[in-house]
């Protein structure tokens, strides 16, 4: 029979009888609740996604369920249009939003009582780094970068990872092989000699979302006391950098830019591109070939990182004009992303489908 978990959602749905469904998970979880969600209700009741695409190519399996909901709707413009190419669909945008009662710039004395407690005085360079713990985030760069700049003689730079620090669970693929579900962090920040500089927050589970949730301390074992907001994260920090490879929003860096801290992002992603526009610093990529099939990729190095951040930081202690120039510029910027508009464009197009059954 059906998973334990499926049951569940199948049987909250039969009971609750909603008149239309809308779903919001990554890509291949959607394509399992479609499925659950059309099994449970018939045909007649409207299935809809609001989802996002990180790539305008995919293998067919996955390019299908995009049509296991009536209709779909992406975060950014680049996945409508992926969506629209891959799966030959109509598809409206409405991006995410922001909560700027939340995310905004901090006094004076906040930051400086924040980066006080996460040990940074005037003199450290705080870098910010918040995304959940897994292959694809590439945690790992940021600290070869920090070993990078410790070689070059660049002292005073910190990051904070907020994060799981230490994930041993894997993900089982359809052929049945295992990949790693994430790594140990500490650990590998121990072997690049960059511990001293790494504070790790995070979440007991693999999420590292939640505006008001209240993070813990890592102290090398376990997570301690809850200390700090993700606000309060985003306040202390000098420069927030993604280094992923692909994302299909990008939460964080909105809400960094609304602390009116600067955001660097690698160059070679179209929705980090669209979100931030001209409003945050872009790393270059560099083109590679990948084993095994010989296929291109752009791939961001530690040492385009490294610039990056002893770019800001340079500027912080030589320029603070200029530095105070991308403050405002991403503040200006993300003014646009509120999530009450996000949820009234949402709620038209779930109206205009209830209409039409």
């Known amino acids: 029979g059906m998973p334990y978990g499926e049951k569940v959602l199948a049987d909250a749905l039969v009971r609750c009888a909603p008149d239309i469904v809308l779903l919001n998970n990554e890509h291949r979880t959607l394509g399992t609740w479609a499925a659950?969600?059309?099994q449970a209700l018939g045909p007649d009741v409207p299935i809809l996604a609001y989802r996002g695409a990180a790539v305008d190519e995919m293998p067919p399996p996955?390019?299908?369920?995009?049509?296991?909901?009536?209709?779909n709707i992406a975060y950014t413009d680049f996945a409508r249009q992926a969506i629209g190419r891959m799966a030959g669909l109509q598809c409206d945008m409405v991006p995410h939003g922001l909560n700027h009662q939340i995310f905004h710039p901090p006094s004076a004395e906040e930051r400086e009582q924040i980066r006080a407690r996460l040990g940074w005085d005037d003199e450290t360079f705080g870098v910010l780094y918040i995304s959940r713990n897994r292959p694809n985030k590439k945690h790992h760069r940021v600290m070869q970068a920090l070993a990078r700049l410790q070689v070059d003689?660049?002292?005073?730079?910190?990051?904070?990872?907020?994060?799981?620090?230490?994930?041993?669970?894997?993900?089982?693929?359809?052929?049945?092989?295992?990949?790693?579900?994430?790594?140990?962090l500490p650990a590998i920040a121990g072997k690049l000699g960059v511990s001293d500089l790494i504070t790790f927050t995070g979440a007991q589970n693999d999420d590292a979302r939640g505006v008001h949730q209240v993070l813990g301390r890592w102290d090398g074992n376990r997570l301690v006391e809850p200390d700090l907001t993700m606000a309060q994260l985003y306040w202390a920090a000098d420069l927030y950098i993604n280094p992923s490879d692909l994302e299909t929003f990008g939460l964080p860096l909105i809400e960094a830019m609304a602390c009116g801290t600067p955001v660097a992002h690698p160059d070679n992603c179209p929705n980090r591109r669209e979100v931030c526009g001209d409003a945050a610093w872009r790393m270059p990529t560099v083109r590679i070939k990948a084993w095994p099939e010989d296929w291109e990729m752009q791939k961001l190095t530690d040492a385009s990182i490294a610039d990056a951040i002893l770019h800001f930081k340079t500027m912080r202690d030589e320029n603070p004009d200029e530095?105070?120039?991308?403050?405002?510029?991403?503040?200006?910027?993300?003014?646009?992303?509120?999530?009450?508009?996000?949820a009234a464009a949402v709620s038209d197009i779930l109206h205009q489908w209830v209409e039409k059954t």
């Open 153 to 184: 003689g660049q002292q005073g730079v910190r990051c904070c990872f907020h994060c799981r620090p230490v994930v041993t669970e894997t993900f089982k693929m359809p052929d049945g092989s295992e990949l790693p579900g994430g790594f140990d």
């Open 62 to 71: 996955d390019v299908r369920l995009f049509g296991l909901v009536d209709h």
């Open 323 to 342: 530095l105070a120039q991308w403050r405002r510029r991403g503040m200006e910027w993300v003014a646009q992303y509120d999530w009450d508009r996000t």
């Open 36 to 38: 659950i969600a059309r």
